[in-house]
């Protein structure tokens, strides 16, 4: 004859339901006790049946804080408007969400400065001309108008040797403000054997002039690193030699690169001049599917904007498909801007851009926002509601179609990650596809994490391992950072799916004179290129990801 199982308390009851909630897995926990033994011991106890809300709290307040809109909240929901306000109610969110506080200019976001004079959101402005007005202490910024402004951040990496040089030949023996410049070193390869040596000089050129933001090649991308530590923030204007500093775009800031001259002319007298640019806004609608990711978004943008729209421009994000893209995700979309000739990009500032911030820099910034009545060159409509997966490629951005198009092409080697598209959601996507499979035989995986901390993340995760067991290689945390890099890692003839950034450049390689020995290299997302890699061609990652 069996023990008489102990019948628990109230106090126990309840603390079990707290942690288990259904009667089902509190009788597990008890020992295979049926669940309608628990559920009589309930209503013995006066302990009500544990209820689950349809709708968590920080799903409405995400979308709360998305459109601060009762309708549209419901509609994101399917549910109506009166039905999401009493959600919304019931959670205790009430307050308005920031960028409505903004418009209605409330504007006490965290570490923002605050105005006691009137500022007005009818001012035909955008956000790059307010950026430039603001360093330049003028009312406004005219389209074309020359301003001579102090840049907040100037940004120099695998061009330093040459800004270097041009600022000795001006004769200035200290730069004008060391806070405001940062150097990044690139890790010495066979490919520059004189790299270790150059790094030597960037290392006693920065001691001499007291520049302490310094990123050695263990940190990773120096735009990645940047990002990530704070050092960027909304409403700043950034620039450098490398048109990758446009990705600063992200966080709502101004980034624009100029040459080894003018960069070097701005350390010296801690000024920058430069001519007011016009913007083009893009406005991205629709529901994505899981398979598309930020980079087939940017591809796409890409096919549908001609240079001619855009070359010179800032480009300006706007729409629901923004709004819902992550931090890593806006990184990459602005990233691309330069494969349009475009000046640079800049997604609008929200509560993501602000999380992201919370705990990454506690100086002020102020964020901007374009007027409501801003005057662009151009407006584009866009709808990626059946936006299929898309690649670039081979080897120009001029041809930009559809992965399925390309199915069953054999490729040679993939390139998961480098500072483009190596963030830990990156990392994870292809992790998810690749997870306890194999990578083709007759393909090499190459997997490069954006930065140190991004490795440690994934390292922490297990998407490493899960790479490792796969199959795929991985690389230091920043390689790539050159497309150069990924051409040097390919035979005559190979073809190559990467994620990286922009083009390599083949006209200076002379491995052969035969253009059609050339290797082939096409850009896709990390989703297209996880795929890839396990059947060893181009394959569209969405049975992948369903």
């Known amino acids: 004859m069996t023990a008489r199982k102990k019948i628990p308390t109230k106090i126990e009851l309840l603390q079990l339901q707290k942690l288990y909630r259904t009667d089902e897995k509190i009788g597990e926990r008890l020992g295979g006790v049926p669940a309608y033994l628990v559920a009589y011991w309930r209503r013995k106890k006066g302990v009500p049946k544990y209820s689950l809300p349809k709708f968590s709290e920080s799903e409405i307040r995400t979308l709360w804080e998305r459109y601060g809109d009762d309708d549209k909240c419901g509609l994101e929901l399917g549910i109506s408007k009166a039905a999401f306000y009493n959600w919304r109610r019931r959670y205790g969110i009430r307050e308005k969400p920031a960028f409505l506080k903004l418009e209605q200019l409330e504007l006490n976001f965290p570490g923002l400065r605050s105005s006691t004079g009137s500022i007005t959101l009818f001012g035909k402005q955008t956000v790059a001309q307010k950026i430039l007005a603001r360093l330049a202490s003028a009312q406004k910024a005219e389209i074309g108008q020359e301003m001579e402004i102090e840049p907040n951040?100037?940004?120099?990496?695998?061009?330093?040797?040459?800004?270097?040089?041009a600022f000795r030949k001006l004769g200035n023996e200290y730069v004008k403000n060391p806070n405001r410049i940062a150097f990044s070193l690139t890790l010495p390869d066979n490919a520059n054997s004189r790299q270790a040596e150059i790094n030597q000089t960037i290392r006693e050129f920065a001691k001499?002039?007291?520049?302490?933001s310094v990123f050695e090649f263990a940190r990773g991308s120096c735009h990645q690193v940047l990002v990530e530590s704070g050092m960027i923030k909304p409403g700043e204007l950034i620039t450098g030699c490398d048109p990758a500093v446009q990705a600063y775009g992200s966080v709502s800031a101004l980034a624009v690169s100029h040459t080894a001259e003018v960069i070097a002319q701005s350390w010296a007298s801690?000024?920058?001049?430069?001519k007011v640019p016009s913007s083009i806004r893009i406005d991205v609608n629709g529901r994505r599917v899981r398979s598309v990711m930020a980079k087939d978004v940017a591809l796409y943008v890409c096919s549908q904007i001609t240079k001619e729209d855009s070359v010179d421009r800032i480009i300006e994000y706007h729409g629901t498909v923004i709004s819902q893209f992550s931090m890593s995700e806006r990184f990459t979309l602005a990233g691309m801007a330069h494969t349009l000739k475009a000046l640079g990009a800049i997604c609008h500032f929200d509560s993501t851009i602000r999380r992201y911030l919370t705990n990454r820099n506690n100086s002020q910034y102020a964020p901007v926002v374009a007027d409501k009545d801003a005057v662009y060159d151009g407006l584009f409509q866009m709808n990626i509601e059946h936006l299929p997966p898309q690649i670039a490629g081979p080897n120009s951005f001029e041809t930009i179609r559809a992965v399925s198009e390309l199915e069953d092409t054999h490729i040679d080697q993939v390139v998961l990650g480098t500072c483009a598209s190596g963030r830990f959601d990156d990392l994870r996507i292809g992790a998810e596809i690749i997870k306890g499979k194999k990578i083709s035989k007759n393909c090499r995986l190459l997997v490069v994490p954006g930065s140190?901390?991004?490795y440690l993340e994934a390292v922490k995760k297990g998407l490493i391992r899960a790479y490792i067991e796969a199959g795929a290689v991985i690389m230091y945390p920043g390689f790539g950072h050159s497309p150069q890099s990924i051409l040097n890692l390919l035979a005559p003839g190979e073809k190559c799916l990467a994620t990286i950034g922009n083009m390599p450049d083949l006209s200076g390689d002379s491995r052969s004179d035969d253009e059609s020995s050339d290797p082939e290299i096409f850009i896709c997302s990390p989703a297209t290129a996880a795929a890839s890699a396990l059947t060893g061609s181009i394959t569209d990652p969405t049975r992948y990801l369903s």
Not at 153 to 165: A, E, G, M
Not at 208 to 212: D, E, G, P, V, W
């Open 153 to 165: 951040l100037i940004v120099c990496n695998s061009n330093t040797p040459d800004v270097i040089t």
């Open 208 to 212: 001499r002039q007291s520049i302490k």
């Open 270 to 274: 801690g000024k920058l001049s430069m």
């Open 452 to 454: 140190t901390a991004v």
